[in-house]
């Protein structure tokens, strides 16, 4: 699944099976059974069940609500995931676009990874 800029510009891919790469398909982490990890397989945080977003210490760093509200760990909105895949901060431009992607792994790309 490919991730764009919000020129359409490929800023990268996630694989079905949770690979991230960028642009170049170099490998820059994984998400697998709710962790995330580095290119070098360390864990760097968690995506819980219920759209929590964890760092590697538990400590809760964002939410992902149900209806595509990005949270910081503040409960502040930083953006948007739209059920067409439209990623948008919280100005509601867009940003870039992660179309097919589960909503959570699209927030975990693109505010936690930078992906645009």
């Known amino acids: 699944m490919e991730i764009q800029n919000s020129s359409y510009s490929t ?9 991230i790469q960028n642009s170049s398909y170099s490998t820059v982490g994984y998400i697998k059974d709710g962790t995330i990890q580095n290119s070098s397989y360390t864990t760097i945080g968690y995506i819980e069940s219920d759209g929590t977003i964890k760092n590697s210490s538990y400590s809760a760093i964002g939410y992902v609500r149900d209806d595509g509200t990005v949270q910081n760990s503040s409960y502040s909105t930083i953006g948007y995931i739209k059920d067409d895949g439209t990623v948008q901060n919280s100005s509601y431009s867009t940003i870039g676009y992660a179309k097919g992607v589960p909503k959570e792994w699209a927030a975990v790309v693109f505010f936690f990874f930078d992906f645009f």
Do not use: H, N
């Open 11 to 19: 800023t990268g891919y996630i694989k079905a099976d949770g690979t």
